[in-house]
């Protein structure tokens, strides 16, 4: 499947112009950032790296787009020609998947042609910003929930196939398994879950659903309990299961009461290693609210896949470097209303740690040509971590961010990053950004 | 591409444990509803049927499927075997794509055994729960432009996928364009757009990229004006394309009065024709209050691929009829927490209509097998308009309702509807459901 259209228009008519007027083959940098945080929110975690690399292989005009583009009118013979033949041939680099950013981290830096990176800007904000919406918001809730695995089950309230990346995001920040299958297959992610409801009501009564289930999966599985009545289902799912019954289900009630009363339940008939699982609106604030009641895992859907109030990062891709007529490499920002100027010129990050903790956020930037080098042993002792990576090396992608080894690598990676944070930055009330942002022109 | 692991894991353990006990047979009606609107919303928008259709004919278990879910151990082999087979064979009915929902709305019935029809359920929720959002959240900005085109930008907010999604909802819902090209070529709607700040930026000066794209795109183009200062780029814009500028586009800063100040210099400059697109993180709120700026066309992005606010409808599939053990069908439903009890039986609707305005959702039901017929002509001379069109019959897609044929057709409802729609229900501050909905067992 060609990513090649899931594209704005303007990226093209702005290819045609550029190739007409010769300034195509400019060199330039994009790069991806964002201005803000969602309000309130401490840190943002960098997600999609891995499955924008893979769309980026798949970005080729083939047949059926080349004619889709001239029978609409899009653009021109000569610009379709360069389409044909298109592939990307720069350098990316950017802060590794997991890791976590701040209102002006440089995520990600696309080096080469102004063609090549141009067409390139909708897809990746697209990925970085959904994706990194999922795995922000994850992240809250994996710290929240404090060691007890969360389990990714929104799948029904994402467009189908932002489902699969939303479930790949999760898993990045911390989440152990999801319900999604493609996701399951296409990463390499444990699957989970096991009835709904609607396998109650289809039998006659709930001891024979549950007898039917624990048949099926074995007294390991997880039996659903709230269709009817919680403790007459909780003494059925014992009686069809046994004491060695898995877990039973909560999805709905009042959850801290409930999960005690079953608890107790559970105790009383003998099933002591019967763990609970609880879903049902689950946020970042919900699990929190639970950290005292005896829970054994979440089930999150809607908050997760919809960013917990952030359904979408501000992630921007935007020059701040280009050739100009002269040959020359130069800053370049967008300069007329305040709140959306940029600060032009290539840029490198590092983050600073103070005894292992982290103080700060270093961007630093150049108004010409050369690429600042983050040195990671300041003076003082402190050591500067380097945030960026290689992605891309002159069109090769680099093996180890795609599939299922990526997202094994941005889990690690994400873990790494949220323990350098100070504690205060894993507050889940609302607060300025966890680390302060400066810009160093070097 | 199979649709088919686009699914909760437990849709295929139910199933599982369903053919092993002989349930999976059972006839079986599921509804899709919602149980409330988001928070001060006055209606609802269906859309996604049309993809959903497409969706449910490329849900077939073929070998890569089949080999994961074996390799994986999601299912034993019988159910894989069942699997192999797979294909709907039952019926659907439901909301023609494009009318209104409020809550409690059955907007689609899915009518077939058990094991055909619970597996739909993921995919279908995913579906109609995200084009929903997006529509709903359409609909609101199109009523706010009052006739001024809305145009969807978003793509870059949104998943990859889900922006094409978004681009057809927007559509549905009324918006003129899209700058989506997939959702162009897939839907055949009109795509939009001309270039962005990178333009300009690579360019040496704004004089010379104002040339390049007028040279392109010709002088009917629209050329953006604010990447340094806006009245030098309105001179330049008219200067470089002449009175016949197609349009300007305003991308930052205070719209209303830059809107004004603008007009009034396009028109001093004799380029009276011009018009002035507006963009910048336009919501249904912001689009109102531009109402009295000479503004000809709102660019919408971020906030109509996350729906404004609410990025999901709270859609589910609930089981409401199922044939028990002595062949009767029976009204089922889950009883336990009051939040989350719904009303079993199989369902129609239709809306009362006084005079051509709606003042009721009327939904049907019936406890036994029996399925309740809406009566156009009631007593009183009120018309009660079906609400239900027959979408599946006996597996096989109605093609009305699919491709861009559908979109058309969902476009065309939707405007029909909201023009019955009381005057009070289109406003945009918060406030109850436009219409009440009266529940009749019959």
Known sequence: MSTALLTDRYELTMLQAALADGTAQRRCVFEVFTR??????????????????????????????LDWLRSAGVVDDATLTFLADYRFTGSISGYAEGELFF????????????AEAVVLETLALSILNYDSAVASAASRMTWAANGRPCLEMGSRRAHEDAAVAAARAAVVAGFAGTSNLEAGRRYGLDTIGTAAHAFTLLHDDEESAFASQVASAGPGT???????????GVELAVAAAGTGLGAVRLDSGDLPTLAREVREQLDALGATGTRIVVSSDLDEHAIAALAVAPVDSYGVGTSVVTGSGAPTCGMVYKLVLREGAD??????????????????????????????????EVVLTSPDAD????????????????????????????EAWTGSEGVQRARERHSASLAELPRAAKRLSAGEPALPTEVVVV
């Open 371 to 398: 690429v600042p080098v983050v040195d990671p042993v300041a003076a003082s002792g402190d050591v500067l971590r380097p945030l960026h990576v290689p992605l891309v090396r002159d069109g090769e992608v680099g």
């Open 36 to 65: 803000r945080l969602p309000a309130g929110r401490r840190y943002g975690v960098v997600a999609g790296t891995g499955r924008l690399l893979e769309a980026i292989a798949d970005f080729r005009f083939a047949d059926a787009e």
């Open 327 to 360: 040959g020359e490499l130069a800053a370049v920002a967008k300069v007329s209303a305040g709140a959306k100027s940029s600060v032009g010129g290539r840029k490198v990050a590092g983050r600073r740690l103070e005894g292992g903790i982290a103080t700060e």
């Open 222 to 232: 997880t039996l659903l309990v709230d269709t009817y009545d919680v403790t007459r």
């Open 103 to 114: 209102p002006g981290s440089p995520v990600l830096v696309v080096d080469g042609t102004f």
